[in-house]
C-alpha cells in the first residue's frame, strides 16, 4: 500500500515539474494539458488524475518553483524606516531575485491573460502586497498615497526590470537607484497639484 502511494506521490511530482518547465520556457500558452502530459512522460488521463484542472495544476506548479526560488520576505522590509531607505532595501532583494529568476518569470507575465483565474489572483495579490511594502508609515494624504501605491507597483513589476536591465542595458543596481528616485520623487510630491493632497 506504501509502494502504491509512493508511485502516486511520485507521478504527480513528475507532472508538476513538467508543467513548471514549460511554463517558464514556452510559457502557459504552450502548457497544454497535452504538452504537459507528453513532457512528463504520462497520458492526459493521468494528469486529469492527479489535478481537475489547469488551476490546480498551475497552483502546484506555483508552489513547486517557489520553494526552490523564494521570493524575497517583504515582511522584513517592515523593519526599515523612511521612504528611501526601505525603497532600496526592498528593490536590492527584488531586482537581485529577479537576476536570477527573471527568465523563468517572464513566459508566465507574457501569458498571464492565459493563466488560470486563481492563479493570476495569486499572483496579482503577490504583487500588490509587495508594492505596499516599499512604502513606509510615513504619513501621506490619501491621492499622494494612492500615486505613491500606483509607482510602487510600476517598479516592483518584472516588466519594469526588464525594461531597465534588459532591453536598457542598466546593471540591476542601477536600475535600483533609477526606481528609487523615482517613487522619492513622487513622495516629495514632484509633479503633483499644489495643496491637492497635503496632509
Not at 528593490?91 to 493563466?115: C, F, K, M, Q, S
Not at 495569486?122 to 500588490?128: C, L
Not at 528609487?180 to 510630491?189: E, T
Request: a negative charge; glycine letters at 8%.
Amino acid at each position: 500500500m506504501r509502494r502504491r502511494a509512493d508511485l502516486v506521490d511520485a507521478t504527480r511530482a513528475r507532472i508538476t515539474a513538467a508543467a513548471m518547465r514549460l511554463h517558464t520556457s514556452v510559457g502557459p500558452s504552450g502548457a497544454s494539458i497535452a504538452a504537459i502530459a507528453a513532457e512528463a512522460g504520462v497520458t492526459r488521463l493521468t494528469v486529469y488524475h492527479h489535478f481537475a484542472n489547469q488551476d490546480e495544476i498551475f497552483g502546484a506548479c506555483m508552489a513547486h518553483w517557489a520553494a526552490i526560488h523564494p521570493r524575497p520576505d517583504v515582511a522584513a522590509w517592515q523593519t526599515v524606516a523612511g521612504l528611501e531607505a526601505r525603497a532600496r532595501h526592498g528593490l536590492r532583494e527584488l531586482y537581485a531575485w529577479y537576476v536570477d529568476t527573471g527568465e523563468d518569470l517572464y513566459p508566465i507575465h507574457r501569458d498571464i491573460a492565459l493563466v488560470p483565474p486563481g492563479a493570476r489572483q495569486a499572483i496579482e495579490a503577490t504583487e500588490r502586497r509587495t508594492a505596499a511594502a516599499l512604502l513606509d508609515d510615513t504619513a501621506f494624504a490619501p491621492e499622494r498615497r494612492r500615486r505613491l501605491l500606483a509607482v510602487a507597483g510600476h517598479v516592483v513589476d518584472l516588466e519594469t526590470w526588464r525594461s531597465l536591465v534588459v532591453k536598457q542595458g542598466l546593471a540591476w543596481d542601477e536600475a535600483v537607484e533609477v526606481a528609487v528616485a523615482l517613487l522619492v520623487a513622487v513622495g516629495q510630491g514632484a509633479g503633483a497639484p499644489s495643496g491637492d493632497d497635503r496632509p
